[in-house]
């Protein structure tokens, strides 16, 4: 029993060691992680909106000609000040004000699944809208543009930085581009063609147990905006469906 415990000892070690020497030379490399597999946060799961901050501008639809803390320009404020809710809905485009730029701060519900090992599905109860984050190398689809455009998204490692500081585990980054023209608010603050969207993705765990997502939104378009609009939206995460209720599009 001594000898074979010496030699299965001796054969173990010598497997390590192939195994090891192996490694170092390169062979049967491992796959690389899919952005799944890498996510550094969990944005799976239900979440609802907690408006905290402008409750006027999301919880009920703002007076024709107020702007109050967006850097419209003079042909922004021109434009916005031709909204026509009636027109709107004549025209079949009652989802003008919700397109990626604004969706996130329509007051509801947001349920974010996989897709693919590639593709982070997000959905809106609010104007029953879907969007699509795209890791990697991604072609956007010939076509007509699309109110929720082209969505392209990588993962911020914690420690990576993105100028401001970002928070424990990482973040999730997504750029947008290729949307239809719409509103950045439902009282017609336009935004443009050439608007480009980007937004982080952040979770945190209150000492409470909550778990929020937090979505910060930085508008750029050099056609309606002086400079950047900013926002932040708070949603806390949710058991389960509870109070998921798609509803249709409104223009007022």
Same mark, same amino acid.
């Given at each position: 029993m001594?000898y074979?415990f010496?030699? @299965?000892?001796?054969f173990?070690v010598v497997?390590a060691?192939?195994?090891?020497?192996?490694?170092q030379r390169g062979?049967?490399?491992q796959?690389?992680?899919?952005?799944?597999? &890498?996510?550094p946060i969990?944005?799976?799961?239900y979440w609802?909106?907690?408006?905290?901050?402008?409750?006027?501008?999301?919880m @009920?639809?703002?007076?024709?000609?107020?702007? =109050?803390s967006?850097?419209?320009?003079?042909? /922004?404020i021109? #434009? /916005? $000040?031709?909204?026509d809710?009636?027109?709107?809905e004549?025209a079949?485009?009652q989802?003008?004000s919700?397109?990626?730029?604004?969706i &996130?701060?329509v007051?509801?519900?947001?349920?974010i699944t996989?897709?693919?090992?590639? !593709?982070?599905? #997000?959905?809106?109860?609010?104007?029953?809208?879907t969007?699509l984050?795209?890791?990697?190398?991604?072609?956007p +689809?010939?076509?007509p543009r699309t109110w929720?455009?082209n969505?392209v998204?990588s993962?911020?490692m914690? /420690?990576? %930085?993105? %100028?401001? %500081? =970002?928070?424990?585990g990482?973040s999730l980054?997504v750029?947008?581009t290729?949307?239809?023209?719409?509103?950045? *608010?439902k009282n %017609? @603050? +336009?935004?443009?063609?050439?608007a480009?969207v980007?937004?982080y993705y952040? *979770?945190? !765990?209150?000492?409470?147990?909550?778990?929020w997502l937090v979505?910060?939104?930085? @508008?750029n378009d050099p056609t309606?905006? $002086?400079q950047?609009?900013?926002?932040?939206?708070?949603f806390r995460k949710?058991a389960?469906?509870a /109070?998921?209720n798609p509803?249709?599009c409104s223009a007022?």
């Open positions: 001594k074979r010496l030699f @299965v000892t001796k173990i497997l060691s192939a195994n090891v020497f192996g490694q062979e049967a490399p796959p690389p992680q899919t952005p799944r597999a &890498m996510a969990d944005l799976t799961g609802v909106s907690i408006v905290t901050e402008d409750w006027r501008f999301r @009920v639809t703002p007076p024709k000609g107020d702007f =109050a967006v850097p419209l320009n003079p042909e /922004g021109r #434009v /916005g $000040n031709q909204w809710p009636a027109k709107d004549a079949g485009e989802c003008k919700y397109g990626a730029p604004a &996130m701060r007051p509801g519900r947001v349920h996989w897709e693919s090992d590639a !593709i982070l599905k #997000v959905e809106m109860d609010a104007g029953q809208q969007r984050f795209h890791f990697g190398e991604f072609q +689809p010939a076509g929720q455009g969505s998204a993962w911020e914690a /420690g990576a %930085g993105r %100028g401001r %500081g =970002a928070p424990a990482g980054k750029v947008t290729g949307m239809r023209a719409g509103y950045l *608010r %017609g @603050v +336009p935004y443009s063609e050439k480009v980007t937004e952040d *979770r945190t !765990i209150e000492p409470n147990g909550d778990t979505v910060t939104t930085v @508008v309606y905006l $002086n950047e609009f900013i926002t932040s939206t708070h949710q389960d469906a /109070g998921w509803q249709p007022r």
